[in-house]
């Protein structure tokens, strides 16, 4: 069993970003992660390539892919590997995407359904372009996946659809079991980290997320320059739309050209920041440095 640590084998304990020999920021002692290619972590892979699909795992580098894959769940990337904006903080391709692939829903419910997945979680790229913004292929994937895997629960995690309440309302039609929308950074650097978004924006998705009646999920990324009580104030404004659960995670900074990290939190700060939102009324909170919105997904359907 092999343990690796993030930054290519360069490690240091220290809550603020220190300097390395690439230029980019040592990371703390507890940025391990193990990175063994076991048999479900191949099979997956395998049947990914077979069907063609993309995943947010390997497009957003995700730190946890072994961890995962190696227990059977992956995140399905729809809407092709190409976004129409850039966050300063993402590193899934930014340009212009290729036309829609309509056979895409199939393939993602016949590899659920070859992986023998309980829980399936699909986001996307933002598809600006299109009228809908690509709500009605998340529609037809939720729909071909209930078809052939009656048992599995699914998980949406959506763009913003630029406000369109009808997108919205033509995912939410297909009743998801959770409705997931990131608002991943605080009010204040949303202007300068997401410029084609918006924070209040992405607060109204969610509580219109709501009334239509899916458990509803949002995840806050840390280390981009915010204060904890500015995260706390997502939070609150999280709760106040009710919003059933919330994932808190480091920053890392993919490459030299995204967004430098501003600090690495402490593990008891994130284990502070859980205390304090079960007290806030989440049933969930998934909350540590690794955590990634999809981390742990399949333990949160369940979540009271």
């Not at 949406?156 to 990131?182: M, Q, R, Y």
Request: glycine share 6%.
């Amino acid at each position: 069993m092999s343990f690796v640590p993030l930054d290519q084998l360069r490690s240091q304990s220290s809550l603020t970003p220190q300097p390395s020999i690439s230029g980019r920021p040592r990371l703390p002692s507890w940025f391990k992660v193990n990175a063994r290619t076991g048999p479900d972590y191949l099979e997956i892979k395998q049947t990914l390539e077979q069907l063609d699909l993309h995943t947010i795992c390997e497009e957003a580098r995700c730190p946890n892919r072994w961890e995962c894959w190696n227990a059977r769940t992956a995140t399905f990337l729809i809407l092709g590997d190409i976004c129409t904006r850039r966050c300063h903080y993402c590193s899934v391709e930014t340009g212009r995407p290729f036309p829609l692939d309509e056979a895409e829903p199939g393939r993602v419910a016949e590899a659920v359904r070859a992986l023998g997945l309980r829980h399936a979680v699909v986001t996307s790229v933002n598809r600006d372009e299109l009228p809908d913004g690509g709500a009605s292929i998340f529609a037809e994937t939720i729909r071909q996946t209930r078809r052939l895997n009656p048992t599995c629960t699914i998980e949406v995690l959506i763009p913003d659809f630029e406000g369109s309440a009808a997108a919205l309302a033509t995912v939410c039609a297909e009743k998801p079991d959770i409705l997931n929308h990131n608002i991943e950074t605080v009010a204040r650097l949303f202007p300068s980290i997401r410029p084609q978004g918006k924070y209040q924006r992405s607060i109204e998705l969610l509580a219109r997320a709501k009334q239509h009646g899916p458990k509803t999920k949002s995840g806050l990324i840390l280390g981009m320059g915010e204060t904890l009580d500015e995260a706390r104030a997502v939070m609150r404004d999280l709760r106040a739309v009710d919003c059933d659960i919330i994932t808190i995670g480091q920053y890392l900074q993919p490459t030299r050209d995204h967004l430098p990290v501003a600090r690495f939190y402490d593990p008891s700060e994130f284990a502070l920041l859980k205390e304090e939102g079960l007290a806030m009324g989440f049933s969930h909170v998934e909350s540590g440095p690794l955590v990634r919105s999809s981390y742990h997904a399949e333990q949160q359907v369940s979540s009271d």
